[in-house]
């Protein structure tokens, strides 16, 4: 599977600190074995899931063998607007 973020999402990765960067990135290449691992579940109300990375959440989509980040944010912020 191939890994793909949308720009605000790559933007935000960019600007946090090299510890928290780091976690993520690893955790994001997990989403890349078949079949993904990490904390994933769906999410409630809307197609598309959700990865646990401590503190912060990514959203995704898998649309044919790509996982299509959409947004990473702090768990307060991830839910608040949608994509």
Do not use: W
């Amino acid at each position: 599977m191939n890994t793909v973020l949308s720009p605000e999402a790559a933007k935000y990765l960019k600007r946090l600190h090299e510890p928290d960067k780091s976690r993520i990135i690893s955790a994001l290449k997990k989403l890349e074995s078949e079949p993904p691992q990490g904390d994933i579940k769906g999410l409630a109300g809307k197609d598309g899931y959700r990865l646990r990375i401590g503190k912060y959440r990514a959203l995704f989509d898998i649309i044919d063998d790509t996982v299509i980040i959409h947004t990473i944010a702090p768990r307060g912020q991830a839910y608040k607007g949608g994509f």
